[in-house]
């Protein structure tokens, strides 16, 4: 199978994952998708292929002859697509882009316009995976779960290549910040790894945000409108004061490349009680401090004129910047750069404005910077993936796997 064929097959699986649930994984559903995963490594002849009790899927690939001495290599991708979004029922549609926009679904009216999506001006000639704009693609990340199973797939039918052992690890729930968290290093048995997870075709991605949520709960005191005065402290409207301190240029619309941001997620409330939930990115790490100190200084403030614990403000880290775990190691990086170059593409290495398995691995003290899969526009309906870039990636990887 090609890494396309793989990419339409996978994507026909429904794996949301869900960050409101206590379970591992998130979701169940996505199970079936690693259960089916687990099977196709047995069947390509993987070593150890077995889905555990929480939906890692794993297989070892065993190394060529005299190449055995070589610092186990892991490949990691996940399973699971972005909750708020949609990925069941994906329907997607192959598109030989000839330039402008592109309707996706002519019925509903939803159309992908050049204007607003000035990346399709690269993409001319080429043909383009999307959907028909009622659902996200799946592309982050079966894409890389596609290009990692394919490039093995090719070792395989081809023992000429040679390489050393090669580890995959499939994760669920990375969308919910979990991906890593049960991860067994032990059993994976790598030097170092790489997560397939990235975007444009020839990403090199090493350093990304350090990130915290803040959990606010607002308590306020409701009293009927008429007799009010005095009394009242509505909750929402002290939730709404609380918004309007926090710098409206740094939200994540205003910033770009390095520059950090806070981000209000959700918010609900009513009189008596107001909830809100931001997250905070930086990939500076002093400057990420003083960005929780502006938040927890907000709640501070504000406990001063409307009374001690009117606003609790909970605060927790969520992933660190890899880069100071990955730059000790820069064989690892030259080794991406060199396999990019032999299959025709040029590296560019990309600050992730986000985070990846790959920052919690490194921490764990598994160095793994992250790699293009060649998709854009994720977790959103118009979400695409060039062919050409699926067949590319898989070179890629076979060049990593191979040091040729």
């Keep these: 199978m090609t890494a396309t064929e793989r990419f339409l097959k996978y994507i026909t699986f429904d794996t949301e994952s869900d960050e409101s649930s206590q379970t591992v994984p998130s979701t169940e559903k996505q199970k079936v998708l690693g259960a089916y995963l687990a099977r196709e490594l047995e069947e390509m002849g993987l070593e150890g292929a077995h889905m555990d009790q929480y939906g890692y899927v794993y297989g070892w690939l065993p190394a060529s002859k005299d190449r055995e001495g070589e610092p186990v290599v892991a490949l990691i991708a996940h399973m699971d697509t972005a909750p708020r979004v949609s990925g069941k029922d994906v329907k997607?549609?192959?598109?030989?882009?000839?330039?402008g926009d592109i309707v996706l679904n002519q019925e509903k009216g939803i159309v992908m316009k050049a204007a607003e999506f000035p990346d399709l001006a690269d993409q001319v000639g080429k043909h383009l995976i999307v959907t028909d704009g009622t659902t996200l693609l799946g592309a982050d990340d079966k894409a890389g779960v596609a290009e990692i199973f394919t490039a093995v797939d090719h070792l395989?039918?081809?023992?000429?290549?040679?390489?050393?052992?090669?580890?995959?690890?499939?994760?669920?729930?990375e969308e919910v910040g979990q991906g890593a968290d049960y991860v067994d290093l032990e059993k994976l048995g790598a030097a170092y790894g790489y997560t397939v997870d990235g975007g444009p075709l020839g990403s090199l991605e090493y350093e990304n945000f350090n990130a915290a949520g803040a959990n606010v709960t607002i308590h306020g005191v409701n009293i009927h409108p008429g007799d009010a005065k005095n009394k009242m402290k509505n909750a929402c409207l002290i939730a709404a004061e609380l918004i309007a301190m926090v710098p409206p240029a740094e939200a994540p619309a205003h910033t770009e490349?390095?520059?950090g941001f806070y981000h209000l997620c959700t918010m609900s409330g009513d009189e008596s009680?107001?909830?809100?939930?931001?997250?905070?990115?930086?990939?500076?790490?002093?400057?990420?401090?003083?960005?929780?100190?502006?938040?927890?200084?907000?709640?501070?403030?504000?406990?001063?004129?409307?009374?001690?614990?009117?606003?609790?403000?909970?605060?927790?880290?969520?992933?660190?910047?890899?880069?100071?775990?990955?730059?000790?190691?820069?064989?690892?990086?030259?080794?991406?750069?060199?396999?990019?170059?032999?299959?025709?593409?040029?590296p560019v290495d990309v600050a992730i404005r986000g985070g990846t398995d790959g920052a919690k691995l490194s921490f764990l003290g598994l160095?793994?910077?992250?790699?293009?899969?060649?998709?854009?526009?994720?977790?959103?309906?118009?979400?695409?993936?060039?062919?050409?870039s699926l067949e590319s990636m898989t070179e890629v990887l076979v060049h990593l796997l191979t040091g040729v």
């Design 367 to 388: 160095p793994c910077p992250n790699l293009s899969t060649g998709g854009y526009h994720f977790h959103g309906v118009y979400e695409y993936i060039p062919r050409e």
């Design 92 to 99: 997607a549609q192959v598109v030989e882009y000839a330039g």
């Design 257 to 259: 490349g390095y520059e």
């Design 273 to 346: 009680e107001a909830k809100l939930e931001w997250i905070i990115r930086d990939h500076d790490r002093e400057k990420f401090e003083a960005r929780k100190t502006v938040m927890a200084n907000i709640g501070d403030y504000l406990n001063g004129k409307y009374g001690p614990g009117t606003v609790e403000m909970d605060i927790q880290d969520t992933y660190r910047n890899m880069k100071e775990m990955v730059l000790p190691h820069p064989e690892i990086l030259d080794r991406a750069r060199s396999a990019f170059r032999a299959a025709g593409i040029e």
């Design 156 to 173: 395989i039918q081809h023992p000429e290549l040679p390489h050393g052992r090669v580890a995959v690890c499939i994760t669920p729930d």
